[in-house]
């Protein structure tokens, strides 16, 4: 059974700083390309970052490129996300994904999802 399992979320003040993990279970981890997704109240899921087997590939949604470090330890079966410069805006649900297309930003590149860890940023 794959398992996905997000933490590190919380709260914190617009500026401040939150290392996401995700570790998984049940699956070859290295044949898996891993993604972080975020959903707003009342918004739908969106790409955040993705990060191919190797670690040798990122990508990043625009708004977060320059302040959020997507990585994996493929030893350790975790996948990261290091949040920095945080805003209120930023404010989601973050879910880790798993999948093995050649696609890496959209929901149905990927076949297994955690439960997702809540982020909130104050202002």
């Known amino acids: 059974q794959v398992q996905l399992v997000e933490s590190g979320g919380g709260l914190v003040q617009a500026g401040g700083s939150l290392r996401l993990s995700c570790v998984a279970s049940g699956l070859a981890f290295t044949n898996w390309n891993m993604g972080w997704f975020r959903q707003a109240p009342g918004k739908e899921r969106w790409f955040v970052a993705a990060?191919?087997?190797?670690?040798?590939?990122?990508h990043y949604e625009g708004s977060v490129k320059d302040r959020f470090t997507i990585s994996r330890d493929n030893a350790a079966n975790t996948v990261y996300l290091d949040m920095k410069s945080l805003k209120p805006e930023d404010t989601a649900v973050y879910y880790c994904a798993a999948g093995q297309r050649l696609g890496v930003m959209r929901r149905d590149d990927y076949a297994y999802w955690g439960q997702g860890t809540q982020v909130i940023v104050s202002s």
């Open positions: 990060i191919n087997r190797s670690g040798g590939v990122l």
